[in-house]
């Protein structure tokens, strides 16, 4: 099956520094991925649709400043949470829907961050 | 709007009996639904789907789940449940003409021997 990671696993940050997390598919090409975060004990929460070659489409509620998301290439999208805080603490995983229809969508092993 | 519920959000089994894992969704439209497994502190992965084919879906790990448009529900069983089957288990739905999914809030399987 399609494998999707994401690096790093696990960070550690003081606050007001930025953090860059990577999602990156690495058995077929996709021209969108999702960011979805995850609080402690909840369900995800579909953050943004990150698009090749334009500008992410972020849900409502998530700031687009302070989530930035680059998607550089066919295989590789980036979150960047900029000037963290503790309250960005979290579990983010990113997917890469099936190019083959069907909707399915392959997800990323997950990051966790924390935010001192 | 299309939205998951999932009733429970903690279930315990006995190993070797029924695993039943509630799911209802509401859509407009023909709906595709998904079941995915989370163990701690990894991702999703896919426990199978209905897109319309078959109502009775089979998945991984002897894990099923039934279509039924009647009751708009979409429950996930496996007849004998394993100690390995503790996970956390998110029912969703695809939004529309996109490859969103909206999840439900999950249900946690706890197996006790």
């Known amino acids: 099956g399609a494998v999707v990671s994401q690096h790093p696993s696990r960070v550690i940050c003081k606050s007001g520094t930025s953090v860059k997390i990577e999602c990156r598919s690495l058995d077929f090409q996709a021209t969108t991925m999702f960011w979805y975060r995850q609080f402690p004990k909840q369900s995800l929460m579909l953050m943004a649709t990150?698009?090749?070659?334009?500008?992410?489409?972020?849900e409502q509620g998530v700031e687009k400043d302070k989530f930035l998301i680059n998607h550089a290439s066919l295989t590789l999208s980036t979150l960047t949470v900029t000037s963290a805080h503790p309250e960005d603490s979290s579990f983010y995983i990113c997917?890469?829907?099936?190019?083959?229809?069907?909707?399915?969508?392959?997800f990323g092993p997950g990051t966790r961050l924390l935010v001192l | 709007a299309q939205s998951v519920t999932q009733l429970g959000s903690h279930v315990s089994v006995s190993e070797g009996a029924l695993v039943l894992l509630r799911c209802n969704y509401s859509?407009?439209?023909?709906?595709?639904l998904f079941w995915y497994v989370q163990y701690p502190n990894q991702g999703l992965q896919l426990l199978l789907k209905?897109?319309?084919?078959?109502?009775l879906v089979k998945g991984i790990n002897g894990f099923e789940a039934e279509f039924k448009k009647s009751e708009t529900s979409f429950h996930l069983t496996k007849p004998s449940a394993h100690m390995s089957d503790a996970a956390e288990y998110f029912c969703?739905?695809?939004?529309?003409?996109?490859?969103?999914?909206?999840f439900g809030t999950g249900t946690r399987l706890q197996v006790f021997p």
């Open positions: 859509s407009s439209v023909p709906p595709y």
């Open positions: 969703a739905v695809s939004e529309g003409n996109t490859d969103k999914l909206i």
């Open positions: 209905y897109t319309s084919a078959a109502t």
């Open positions: 997917s890469v829907p099936y190019q083959g229809g069907g909707k399915t969508q392959y």
């Open positions: 990150s698009n090749e070659g334009s500008k992410a489409t972020y």
